[in-house]
């Protein structure tokens, strides 16, 4: 059995190592008294942003963690995914607004100088982030599981209920014609980024573009505020929840690097675009620990997020859909950065099949009329 404790990483990949002493003189210039880094390491998860963990003393106190995020190597050409003053101002906004699973923001910077890209640290939020290849190993019980996985789902629909007009988040995005400049987009980016034949992709975006929700229509979604990348190796854990010691399981969401404000069904389908169940594609169980005994369905998912924000999910499965035809856009891109050479990461090599795994799930839900 592994116990369950806080995430410390302890190595930096090769290629990726950050230029301390150019670090340390802009925080010395910038946060007087932060500190001296001591010690620097590198977050394993995740395959987009890199993520460090920056420990820094001063005058002999105890260190204080942080964490520093900057874009990855070679991703200039892609800069929405990967705006780190954006990312920053998000976090900002939503500190002002008073929403508490955060990690406090403490300093953005835009100059390329310091580590040849913009980057920003915010204040490190202990507990557990349960990944794909560890939570396995955690032995965590089914009941625990299921507490946990609605309370994602909770999580989220507390998010949708943020007021994003009287908090001044609804400057993060432009709601009208979102969904549609997000099925031109993503279908952009793909042709861009795409390096074999995939036939299952074409027919996906025509479909999202023929099928496209009508915004207008009675009923439809009010805009909310989107995370847009909600799962489970986004979110902190409190590590005494995972043990049944505490039921205080979320203590913070990370990664808002594609927030912005649209309709909320797009949130949900890409957090069940993630959803992967026991009998799925292997590809799928690989980032994310859903099909882990305890979890709810996609279908519980659904049915509890209506249940608890009272929206409709009558159309759901286009929303599921496109949240699978992103995600493999996203895998894509990163295939496309390893086959020219921009990146070395071997984590990369096989991601094609990710890209046809999750294509192949979205033709055979058409088929099915299911999520």
Not at 38 to 49: D, E, H, I, L, M
């Amino acid at each position: 059995m592994t116990s369950i404790k806080q995430d410390t990483p302890t190595t930096t990949r090769p290629g990726e190592e950050l230029n301390i002493p150019a670090l340390q003189t802009y925080l010395h210039d910038h946060i007087p008294g932060l500190g001296t880094i001591t010690r620097v390491a590198q977050f394993p998860g995740g395959y987009s942003n890199l993520t460090y963990l920056l420990s820094v003393e001063a005058g002999g106190s105890a260190a204080h963690d942080y964490v520093l995020r900057r874009p990855p190597v070679g991703a200039k050409e892609i800069k929405g995914g990967h705006d780190m003053i954006r990312e920053f101002k998000v976090l900002s906004l939503l500190s002002v607004a008073g929403y508490p699973k955060i990690p406090a923001p403490v300093v953005c910077c835009e100059d390329e100088s310091v580590l040849g890209c913009p980057f920003y640290i915010m204040a490190r939020v202990p507990g557990v982030i349960l990944r794909a290849n560890t939570a396995p190993n955690m032995t965590i019980s089914a009941d625990i599981m299921r507490r946990l996985s609605e309370s994602l789902v909770d999580n989220l629909v507390e998010l949708h209920a943020l007021d994003s007009q009287q908090t001044g988040l609804s400057q993060l995005g432009k709601p009208e014609g979102y969904v549609k400049r997000q099925v031109e987009g993503w279908s952009k980016r793909y042709l861009a980024a795409q390096t074999d034949d995939v036939p299952a992709m074409t027919d996906l975006a025509r479909y999202l573009t023929d099928a496209l929700p009508d915004e207008n229509a009675p009923g439809h979604n009010a805009p909310t505020l989107l995370h847009n990348d909600f799962k489970y190796d986004n979110v902190v854990f409190d590590v005494d929840a995972l043990t049944g010691a505490s039921t205080a399981d979320v203590r913070a969401v990370l990664d808002w690097e594609m927030c912005t404000v649209g309709d909320p069904l797009m949130d949900v389908g890409t957090s069940l675009s993630y959803w992967a169940e026991a009998g799925d594609d292997p590809f799928r169980k690989t980032f994310n620990l859903t099909h882990l005994p305890g979890n709810l369905t996609r279908l519980e998912f659904a049915r509890r997020y209506a249940e608890g924000s009272g929206r409709d999910i009558s159309n759901l499965l286009y929303y599921y859909v496109f949240g699978l035809f992103k995600n493999a856009v996203v895998i894509q891109q990163i295939y496309g950065r390893y086959k020219k050479g921009l990146t070395n990461d071997p984590r990369f090599a096989g991601l094609l099949a990710g890209v046809q795994a999750l294509s192949r799930e979205g033709v055979k839900s058409l088929e099915a009329n299911r999520y």
